[in-house]
């Protein structure tokens, strides 16, 4: 295989764990490539240039070289204008990047995806307070499932392909999609109105209601993804909220 160079590709670090003495093995999503692994050479030398700008939550340039699954980190640099995450909205932005992790197979080109992790960490940078948080995740968590093909068609019920009515009543069916309730659907399968439902598809979460289902919606189709793992972040949020 021949050595492939990259230059000045967008991207985010996900996470990083040290390598060796000196540097560090990153996990970056970038826009046209996807999840990446790199190694970062002598990052965690106290004068290295990349080590106050490989920050998770910050938009990058970085570049690339290598031929091996895990390739070197040429050069990267600060992209700015974007205030760091704090509070809340840090842990929201972990559980992004948990999500992404959980999800993304490595190299797979996610462009659409990686503008809405790009809006949403912005959106979280932006935020003075805790309220607001909802209507920042639940579009890239949509985007999410849609983009990896977790989520069918949620305008369009399954058995019939027509639009749900607005007064409706239905339910997500595993593997399938939207339909009507029926009586002896599973008690653990989430129930949307119509109204809802065309509200989510349309990336719409302004009604409370809307954004109430579609939280019990989000939760339902990512836990059939990832089945027995726990989110970490999410857990912590949730004890957060407790105390």
């Keep these: 295989m021949a050595s492939i160079r990259v230059t000045d590709e967008p991207a985010f670090v996900l996470h990083s764990i040290p390598y060796k003495e000196t540097s560090l093995i990153l996990d970056v999503f970038t826009r046209q490539h996807g999840r990446m692994a790199l190694i970062a050479k002598g990052a965690k030398r106290p004068h290295s240039t990349l080590r106050p700008v490989l920050q998770r939550f910050q938009p990058l340039l970085v570049s690339w070289s290598g031929k091996s699954e895990l390739r070197t980190l040429t050069k ?26 959980k999800f993304l197979a490595r190299e797979d080109e996610y462009e659409k995806l990686y503008d809405r992790y790009a809006e949403a960490i912005n959106a979280l940078s932006a935020l003075e307070e805790s309220k607001g948080l909802e209507e920042i995740l639940r579009p890239f968590e ?14 369009r019920c399954v058995e019939t392909n027509e639009a749900p009515v607005h007064d409706g009543q239905y339910v997500y069916q595993p593997e399938k999609g ?7 659907d599973p008690g653990h399968w989430p129930v949307l109105t119509g109204k809802s439902l065309l509200a989510i598809a349309v990336g719409d979460f302004s009604d409370p209601v809307t954004l109430a289902e579609s939280k019990q919606l989000m939760r339902f189709l990512l836990g059939l993804h990832l089945q027995d793992q726990v989110l970490t972040t999410r857990q912590i949020l949730i004890d957060l909220k407790k105390i």
Excluded: H, I, K
């Design 76 to 101: 990267s640099e600060w992209v700015g204008g974007m205030p760091s995450l704090v509070g809340d909205a840090l842990l929201c932005g972990f559980y992004l990047n948990e999500l992404l992790v």
């Design 142 to 155: 949509l985007s999410l499932l849609q983009e990896t093909g977790y989520a069918a068609a949620l305008d």
């Design 178 to 184: 939207v339909r009507p309730v029926q009586v002896d």
